[in-house]
Structures are given as C-alpha cells and as structure tokens.
C-alpha cells in the first residue's frame, strides 16, 4: 500500500532553515508527481510546492517562492522541501502528498514552528 512518511519538522527561530523529508514506499515513486502541502491552525490546507516525476518541472507557491526549494532523489524514493529565511507565518503541519488515478495519499504531517 502507498505509504508516505514526513519527517525532519521541528522548532526553528525566524530567519533559520529546515529541510523535511518525505520516504515514500508501495508505489513507482519515479513516475509520480509529488508535493508539500502545510495546514495552519484554522486555516484550510495549501499548496506549497511541487515537483514532477523527473524534476522538469516545479511549481511554487508565492509565499515561499526564493525561499522554498523542492528536490527529489528518485533512487531513493524520497522527496525533500528546504526551507530557508523562515517566517512565523510559515509555522503549520506539513504533508507530503501524491495522487494515484483518482486517489491521493497523505502523509501524517510534520510540525514546522518558527518562533522566537
């Protein structure tokens, strides 16, 4: 089964970075788009950044755009998001995502919070 396992998430003061890191496993991880997505508390979920099967293409939201960079490592079947110059507005649970026909796969989320 499509498993998708966050993790690198934690407690950074403004202006620090983090790279998180999505394991996936049960599907062909190199002809899969993948994605980050965060959720706020009280806020609804939203697209942060997105990476094609062979990384021609990505796309990034405004808000993290020069400050946000996706990879992926098809070998190891791993996606990561690097995140620089962190914001406040930037705290909210992570998730990595993928879809497979008409379904999609979640992560369970990794925590980001930067404060000081």
């Known amino acids: 089964q499509v498993q998708l396992v966050e993790s690198g998430g934690g407690l950074v003061q403004p202006g620090g970075s983090l790279r998180l890191s999505c394991a996936a496993s049960g599907f062909t991880f190199s002809t899969n788009a993948m994605s980050w997505y965060r959720q706020a508390p009280g806020k609804e979920r939203e697209l942060v950044a997105s990476?094609?099967?062979?990384?021609?293409?990505?796309y990034y939201a405004d808000s993290v755009k020069g400050r946000f960079t996706i990879s992926r490592d098809n070998a190891k079947n791993t996606v990561s998001l690097e995140m620089n110059s962190l914001k406040p507005e930037d705290t909210a649970a992570y998730y990595c995502r993928t879809r497979r026909g008409s379904s999609d796969y979640w992560g369970q989320g990794t925590q980001v919070t930067v404060s000081s």
């Open positions: 990476i094609s099967s062979i990384s021609a293409i990505k």
